[in-house]
Every structure is written in C-alpha cells, then in structure tokens.
C-alpha cells in the first residue's frame, strides 16, 4: 500500500501564492507519475499538473503561466507551486500517484485526501 500526505493549503487573497507538497510513502518499488487534481463545489474532479517519471510536466490551460509542478524523486514528494491565485482556483486539491508497489505486476493509483485551497476576492 501507498500512503499520500499533503501539506499546504489555506486562504489566501486574490494575486497570492501558495505551495502544495505532497509525500508518498509505503511499498514503493516505482513512481510513475505524481500529480495534482481540483475539485470545486458542484464541478468534476479535473486535472491540474501531472509530472511523469521522465520529468516532463503537464498542466491545464487554465494555469499555464501561473502554477509549477515539480517532483523530488529521492523523497516521492511532488509539489505544487500556485502564484497569481485566482478566486476560481478555490477547490479541494489532490495528489494522485501512479506506479507499482513492492512484488506488484501492474500499475495502482493511489489519490490523497485532499487540501483545501480557498482564494478570496
């Protein structure tokens, strides 16, 4: 089994920043990829940044330019960088974790519990 622990959430005002740490933990034999998702009250989980095990990141359209996504691998954690926050960013956020367990034949995901990151206007 894989443990997720995320730090970082809180209120913050319209323009400001907030970092997300995520730390994964357990019978890891390989990580895959480890990224964040949001959902808002009312609206579908969605995909905010995945960085996969080469390194590459991937964002939605709507934080491009304003949140960074990046992974230590040594420590399973990955992080999110949110600058330039907007009321619309307030939701849940999750990590979420791919790859293989100890003695395992395919990939699992394995989601957090969930931050809440709350942005006033």
């Known amino acids: 089994q894989v443990q997720l622990v995320e730090s970082g959430g809180g209120l913050v005002q319209t323009g400001g920043s907030l970092r997300l740490s995520c730390a994964a933990s357990?019978?890891?034999?390989?990580?895959?990829?480890m990224g964040w998702y949001r959902q808002a009250p009312g609206k579908q989980r969605e995909l905010v940044a995945v960085?996969?095990?080469?390194?590459?990141?991937n964002y939605a359209d709507s934080v491009k330019g304003r949140f960074t996504s990046s992974r230590d691998n040594a420590k399973n954690t990955v992080y999110l960088q949110m600058n330039s926050l907007k009321p619309e960013d307030t939701a849940v956020y999750y990590c979420?974790?791919?790859?293989?367990?100890?003695?395992?034949?395919?990939?699992?995901?394995?989601w957090g519990q969930g931050t809440q990151v709350t942005v006033s206007s």
């Open positions: 979420k974790w791919s790859g293989y367990y100890v003695g395992s034949y395919r990939q699992y995901d394995h």
């Open positions: 357990g019978s890891i034999f390989s990580t895959n990829a």
């Open positions: 960085v996969t095990s080469g390194g590459s990141t």
